[in-house]
């Protein structure tokens, strides 16, 4: 079964620090692996995803995501963060054929401070 | 997004009514999932159907029962709501094809609370 770790619940950053969050996943296959936003009251946003190629992939935001096989990871990074980055942010992991369901992770809360 | 749509967005319920939710899209996609989220576990899969009357379960999907009659509408119901169903629902569609998974996009999410 597939599953998906994101072992920081809380993260808080300076404005303007840079951002790393973590994400590893277990799946016994190539797997396509996502990272979703999600503001207070909303629904979730897609941020990036990766299928496979270059494993450096780029997403929305300014944000990006470095695909480690080696290491089972797929961590979040941005270079800069903004107070609107504040936000819940889940990574997911499915199946590349056919239908997939995705499974997603706890979730890391991201509080940026002045 | 606007071509997902939840109703109602928000829902007090007693406990031992059923209770549907709907999910409606615009997209004529072939995938439709029902997640429930809550505080310290994330997203869990509900049910979820592959087409029209085609419906599976998922890992929580114990009290609730699910319909697609139409590709755009897949029905959530709660036979008997109870106070452990109160939680914030999503539907998501996708167009993933053979050999092809391009993630969800998500509804705005119903708020579904059981007294």
């Known amino acids: 079964a597939q599953s998906v770790t994101q072992p920081d619940i809380h993260i808080t950053v300076s404005e303007g620090a840079s951002l790393e969050l973590r994400c590893n996943y277990s799946?016994?296959?190539?797997?396509?692996l996502f990272w979703y936003v999600q503001s207070p009251g909303q629904g979730l946003q897609l941020l990036l995803k990766?299928?496979?190629?270059?494993?450096l992939v780029q997403g929305i935001k300014g944000f990006e995501a470095e695909f480690k096989r080696s290491q089972s990871s797929f961590n979040l990074r941005k270079p800069s963060v903004h107070w609107s980055d504040a936000a819940e942010y889940f990574c997911?992991?499915?199946?590349?054929?056919?239908?997939?369901?995705?499974?997603f992770g706890k979730g890391t809360m991201l509080l940026v401070s002045p | 997004d606007a071509g997902i749509t939840q109703s109602p967005r928000h829902k007090v319920t007693e406990t031992g009514t059923p209770v549907t939710l709907r999910c409606h899209q615009t997209?004529?996609?072939?995938?439709m999932y029902w997640y429930r989220q809550d505080p310290g576990h994330g997203l869990r899969l509900i049910h979820y159907s592959y087409g029209v009357k085609d419906t599976d379960k998922g890992e929580v999907s114990d009290g609730y029962s699910v319909s697609r009659s139409k590709t755009e509408d897949f029905l959530l119901t709660l036979e008997s709501a109870t106070s452990s169903q109160t939680s914030v629902y999503f539907c998501?569609?996708?167009?993933?094809?053979?050999?092809?998974?391009?993630?969800?996009?998500f509804g705005s999410g119903t708020r579904l609370t059981v007294v």
């Open positions: 997209e004529n996609h072939r995938y």
């Open positions: 990766y299928f496979s190629g270059d494993t």
């Open positions: 997911a992991v499915g199946a590349g054929s056919g239908y997939s369901t995705l499974t």
């Open positions: 799946y016994g296959a190539t797997p396509y």
């Open positions: 998501a569609i996708t167009g993933a094809g053979q050999g092809h998974n391009y993630g969800y996009t």
